[in-house]
């Protein structure tokens, strides 16, 4: 099976900056994806890397490293409404998405 | 751009009753759809992938039988659990990949369908 770690939780202040890690074991590699998840309501597409490097989208910024199996997500400048869970995903040689556990962020003011 | 729209949105249902979900895909065709579903504070675990015009291939540990998937055109897939019970309730989503992310393989969620089981 494959195996998706990243932390439970974290809590930042508005304007701030959060890095949510996320490391991964899988059979095979075709990309990493990164989700935003607000309760109760099903996953929004936030980045996508499938080569080693930064991809910058405004406020948020994602990180490949394929060799050490491993990619951060990185909230610049934190509103209130990013607080969320934010799910790393992982899709393997057979082109299956496997969710990681989520990580959720609060922002406080 | 891309939209998925699922429902119902939320199913209260009594035990032994069979309850359905429809999957659509709004403005592109979707060969392929996938069903997760997900437990409160859990990742979205996959039950299946959904194939148009042929069978729904089961994850290991998730029953066919009881989870019963059809494909039946491009744009509909659906999800009937069949005589459900209560650790039946979950949070369950399709999504599909195609329409603005065909070149990333983006899935695109529907809204998700809460069911409740009595």
């Known amino acids: 099976g494959q195996n998706i770690d990243q932390p439970t939780e974290m809590t930042a202040t508005e304007g701030a900056i959060v890095q949510i890690n996320c490391t991964y074991q899988?059979?095979?590699?075709?990309?990493l994806f990164w989700y935003q998840q607000h309760a109760g309501e099903a996953p929004t597409f936030l980045s996508y890397n499938v080569l080693d490097g930064l991809e910058e989208k405004g406020r948020f910024s994602s990180f490949l490293s394929r060799s050490k199996g491993y990619s951060y997500l990185l909230l610049k400048e934190l509103q209130m409404k990013d607080s969320a869970s934010y799910l790393c995903?992982?899709?393997?040689?057979?082109?299956?998405?496997?969710f990681g556990a989520g990580t959720t962020v609060t922002v406080r003011a | 751009g891309a939209v998925v729209s699922q429902h119902p949105s939320w199913v209260i249902c009594k035990s032994g009753t069979s309850v359905k979900i429809e999957c659509r895909s709004l403005?592109?065709?979707?060969?392929?759809m996938f069903w997760y579903r997900q437990f409160p504070k859990q990742s979205l675990m996959l039950m299946a992938t959904s194939n148009e015009g042929s069978k729904a291939t089961y994850e290991q540990g998730v029953e066919k039988d009881k989870f019963l998937i059809n494909h039946a055109s491009l744009t509909l897939s659906t999800l009937t659990v069949t005589s459900a019970h209560p650790e039946d309730s979950s949070f369950y989503i399709c999504?599909?990949?195609?329409?603005?992310?065909?070149?990333?393989?983006?899935?695109?969620f529907g809204e998700g369908s809460r069911l409740t089981v009595l």
């Open positions: 899988t059979s095979g590699f075709n990309g």
């Open positions: 995903a992982v899709r393997d040689g057979d082109y299956k998405l496997s």
């Open positions: 403005d592109f065709q979707a060969t392929t």
């Open positions: 999504s599909a990949s195609g329409g603005r992310g065909v070149n990333t393989g983006e899935l695109f």
